[in-house]
T-cell receptor, first 108, second 117 residues
Framework: KNEVEQSPQNLTAQEGEFITINCSYS?????LHWLQQHPGGGIVSLFM???GKKKHGRLIATINIQEKHSSLHITASHPRDSAVYIC??????????FGTGTRLQVFP | KAGVTQTPRYLIKTRGQQVTLSCSPI?????VSWYQQTPGQGLQFLFE???????NKGNFPGRFSGRQFSNSRSEMNVSTLELGDSALYLC????????????????FGPGTRLTVL
């Protein structure tokens, strides 16, 4: 069965805090995609991972294939990081399943 | 390079009607995927088209259909609309197929918000 679990569902932080969002999945995958969705609906691609770690500015994404787990980290969070973060998992069965999303609010 | 565009951005229909949504991918991208997003079910995959052929399909009824043209533009059609079809419909493009064991970074359009009354 293809399953994706994302946590936490909601996250509130003060500006400058380190943020971690988690995504766990049940069986083998070919890739995992982190997405950011702002109010109004627009979705932005952040990272696509199949192994290891990627970094872009203050964002870092890691994936542990053995543990079937990925994390998205935001260092020195800022109010403009407030958005919904979604992981999308492409399973080896060719199914693409989305996590339920993490709503992040960063206050100044 | 222009991004993915979707038209219309907002649409209001009544039950039983049908609707057609349009998606123009990023220039050079040949894959277009469609997604439905609702508060209850989140984001769900509808189907993917690559080189005018449907390559993958999600678990949606036959009322949901699509097609892709030779210029890679895609349309999605929903017939006999139901209240539960109210959702944000997103399309995403990729330079090659995201099916058959492949997955490539997708770039999303702004979405079409459909309201069914």
């Amino acid at each position: 069965k293809n399953e994706v679990e994302q946590s936490p569902q909601n996250l509130t932080a003060q500006e400058g805090e380190f943020i971690t969002i988690n995504c766990s999945y049940s069986v083998g995958i070919s890739a995992l995609h982190w997405l950011q969705q702002h109010p109004g609906g627009g979705i932005v691609s952040l990272f696509m991972l199949s192994s290891g770690k990627k970094k872009h500015g203050r964002l870092i994404a890691t994936i542990n294939i053995q543990e079937k787990h990925s994390s998205l980290h935001i260092t020195a969070s800022h109010p403009r990081d407030s958005a919904v973060y979604i992981c999308a998992v492409k399973f080896n069965t060719d199914k693409l399943i989305f996590g339920t999303g993490t709503r992040l609010q960063v206050f100044p | 390079k222009a991004g993915v565009t979707q038209t219309p951005r907002y649409l209001i229909k009544t039950r039983g009607q049908q609707v057609t949504l349009s998606c123009s991918p990023i220039s050079g991208h040949r894959s277009v995927s469609w997604y439905q997003q609702t508060p209850g079910q989140g984001l769900q995959f509808l189907f993917e088209y690559f080189s005018e052929t449907q390559r993958n399909k999600g678990n949606f009824p036959g009322r949901f259909s699509g097609r892709q043209f030779s210029n890679s533009r895609s349309e999605m059609n929903v017939s006999t609309l139901e209240l539960g079809d109210s959702a944000l419909y997103l399309c995403a493009s990729s330079w090659t197929t995201t099916s058959g064991g492949y997955y490539n970074e997708q770039f999303f359009g702004p979405g079409t918000r459909l309201t069914v009354l």
